[in-house]
C-alpha cells in the first residue's frame, strides 16, 4: 500500500529460480581491496567511511562467488574502482568527467608505459588495478581485449550522463535506456567471469548469448534505478533514472512509474530465462566456458537484487525492513 509520502518496491525476483553463495576467500580479500581503496585518499574521512559501510566486498562476493582467489582479488577491486569512479564523477561537470574518463583508458590501454605527469588519482588507480588483474589475475588476452573495449562504452556513457546533468535533460525511456546500458556498467564486469580463460568472440558474442547480455543488463538497470530512486531523488540528481523518466514522458506517479517498470522487468527476466534453454553448443572447451559465462550471469541477476537490502547505500538501515515490507518512505530533498 502506497501513500503520496510513501511507495513500494515489487519483488523484482520472485520465483527467480537462482541464488548466489559469496565466494569463500571473500572476507580476507575484501578487506586487502578496501584497504587498497583507502591507500589512495581519494575521500574525506566522512566519504570514505561512508563507502566502506555501502560494502561493495558484499557484492563482489556473491558476484564472482566461483573465482579463485587471484581471480576474486580482480573482481572485487573492479567493482570498488566502479564506485569510487562513480562517487567522483557525480560531483564533476562534463569536461570533467572526461578528463577522468581519459585518465583511466589510459591506463587500462597502456598500462605499462610510463605515467603521464600529475597523472589524476582515477589513472593511478585504473593502472594498479590493472596489472595486478593482467599478472597475478593471469587474464587471458581475449578478456582483456573485451574488457578494455567495454570499459571504454562504459567511461563514455559515463561522461554523457555528466553533460546531460550539466544541461538538465531528461531522455525519453528508450533512450535513456540506450545510455544507461552503458552507464551501469554491467557488460565489462560480466569479462571477469571468465578472466583467465581464452575464448573467442565468436563464442561470447555469439547472437545468442548477447541476447542474454543484453537481458542481464536491462534487468539490473530497471532493478538498480527502482532501488536508487529515493536517494537520488532526494538530491536532486533522479534525472538519470529510469523511475524519473518514466514519470516524465508518461505523466505518472511514482508508484505508477514503478509498477510500469516492474511490468518490463517482469517481461525480460521471462524472456532471460527462456534465452538461457537456446544457448548453442560449442566444442570443448568452449562449451564449458560459455555454460559458466551464462551461469554467471543468471547470478549476477540476483546479486544485483540481493545486495540491494545487504547495502546502506539505498535504504539506509532500514534495508532489511524494506526487504520484508517493501514499503519506502520518500526522503525530503536536500537544499
Not at 126 to 143: K, Q
Request: proline share 7%.
Amino acid at each position: 500500500m502506497s501513500t503520496p509520502q510513501t511507495y513500494t518496491v515489487p519483488n523484482l525476483l520472485s520465483g527467480w529460480p537462482f541464488k548466489a553463495t559469496p565466494n569463500p576467500h571473500a572476507a580476507k580479500i575484501n578487506a586487502e581491496s578496501a584497504a587498497w581503496v583507502a591507500s589512495y585518499d581519494a575521500f574525506s574521512a566522512r566519504d570514505q567511511a561512508t563507502f566502506d559501510r555501502w560494502n561493495f566486498g558484499a557484492f563482489a562476493a556473491l558476484a564472482y562467488s566461483k573465482a579463485e582467489p587471484a581471480q576474486y582479488r580482480a573482481g572485487v577491486d573492479l567493482i570498488n574502482f566502479y564506485f569510487v569512479f562513480d562517487e567522483l564523477s557525480d560531483k564533476a561537470d562534463g569536461p570533467t568527467v572526461r578528463k577522468q574518463a581519459d585518465a583511466i583508458m589510459n591506463s587500462l590501454k597502456n598500462p605499462y608505459a610510463p605515467p603521464p605527469p600529475n597523472e589524476h588519482i582515477l589513472g593511478i588507480m585504473a593502472r594498479d588495478f590493472w596489472i595486478r588483474a593482467l599478472e597475478e589475475g593471469r587474464t587471458s588476452p581475449s578478456t582483456a581485449k573485451r574488457f578494455t573495449e567495454t570499459f571504454a562504452e562504459y567511461t563514455d556513457a559515463v561522461v554523457q550522463q555528466a553533460e546531460d546533468r550539466d544541461l538538465g535533460i531528461i531522455r525519453p525511456i528508450e533512450e535513456y535506456l540506450v545510455m544507461r546500458r552503458g552507464t551501469v556498467g554491467v557488460r565489462p564486469s560480466l569479462e571477469f567471469f571468465l578472466l583467465s580463460e581464452d575464448v573467442p568472440d565468436e563464442a561470447i558474442r555469439h547472437p545468442q548469448i548477447e541476447k542474454l547480455v543484453l537481458g542481464v543488463i536491462d534487468m539490473c538497470i530497471l532493478a538498480n534505478d527502482i532501488y536508487s530512486f529515493n536517494v537520488e531523488q532526494s538530491y536532486g540528481d533522479e534525472n538519470h533514472n529510469i523511475v524519473s523518466v518514466t514519470m516524465a514522458e508518461k505523466d505518472m506517479t511514482v508508484q505508477q512509474a514503478i509498477d510500469f517498470i516492474a511490468e518490463r522487468y517482469t517481461q525480460v527476466s521471462k524472456e532471460f530465462l527462456e534465452d538461457m534453454k537456446r544457448v548453442p553448443v560449442f566444442p570443448e572447451p568452449i562449451g564449458t566456458y560459455v555454460q559458466k559465462f551464462v551461469l554467471g550471469m543468471a547470478y549476477w541477476v540476483c546479486t544485483d537484487d540481493d545486495w540491494s537490502f545487504i547495502t546502506p547505500r539505498y535504504f539506509g538501515e532500514s534495508a532489511a525492513e524494506v526487504q520484508v515490507h517493501r514499503v519506502v518512505q520518500l526522503l525530503p530533498k536536500r537544499s
